[in-house]
Nanobody, 126 residues
Framework: QVTLVESGGGSVQAGGSLRLSCAAS????????MGWFRQAAGKEREGVAG???????TYADSVKGRYTISRDNAANTLYLQMNSLKPEDTAMYFC????????????????????WGQGTQVTVSS
C-alpha cells in the first residue's frame, strides 16, 4: 500500500516557477517508479514526467527543458520543478507511483501506475 500526498501548487504569472512535492508513505524509497501527471479542465489526464527506480527520467515534449523531475529516496519524496510556466500549464497535477516496477510499461501513461495522489492545483495567468 502506498499513500501519496502532493503539495506546492498555487497561482503564478506566466514565466514564473513552482516546485511541487509528493510525499510517499508505505512501500517507498527507490523501489517505486514514479511520475507526474496533469489534468486540465475538460481534458484527459496526461503524463508530464516520469522517473524510474534507477533514476532514469522521461518528459513530455510540451515540458522538456522547462520541467525537472527528481526524487529524494531517503525522504521518500518526489519533486517537480517547473520553470518558465505558461498559461497552458494550468491544471491539476497528480503524483503517481508504480509499486509493481513494471518497467516495460511507458512512463507517461496513466495505466502504468497503480497509486495516485489527490492532486494539487497549478494556475498560470498571462
Amino acid at each position: 500500500q502506498v499513500t501519496l500526498v502532493e503539495s506546492g501548487g498555487g497561482s503564478v504569472q506566466a514565466g514564473g516557477s513552482l516546485r511541487l512535492s509528493c510525499a510517499a508513505s508505505g512501500t517507498t524509497g527507490s523501489s517505486l517508479r514514479m511520475g507526474w501527471f496533469r489534468q486540465a479542465a475538460g481534458k484527459e489526464r496526461e503524463g508530464v514526467a516520469g522517473i524510474s527506480d534507477n533514476g532514469r527520467t522521461t518528459y513530455a515534449d510540451s515540458v522538456k527543458g522547462r520541467y525537472t523531475i527528481s526524487r529524494d529516496n531517503a525522504a521518500n519524496t518526489l519533486y517537480l520543478q517547473m520553470n518558465s510556466l505558461k498559461p497552458e500549464d494550468t491544471a491539476m497535477y497528480f503524483c503517481a507511483a508504480d509499486s509493481l516496477l513494471r518497467r516495460w510499461l511507458p512512463p507517461l501513461e496513466v495505466f502504468s501506475y497503480n497509486y495516485w495522489g489527490q492532486g494539487t492545483q497549478v494556475t498560470v495567468s498571462s
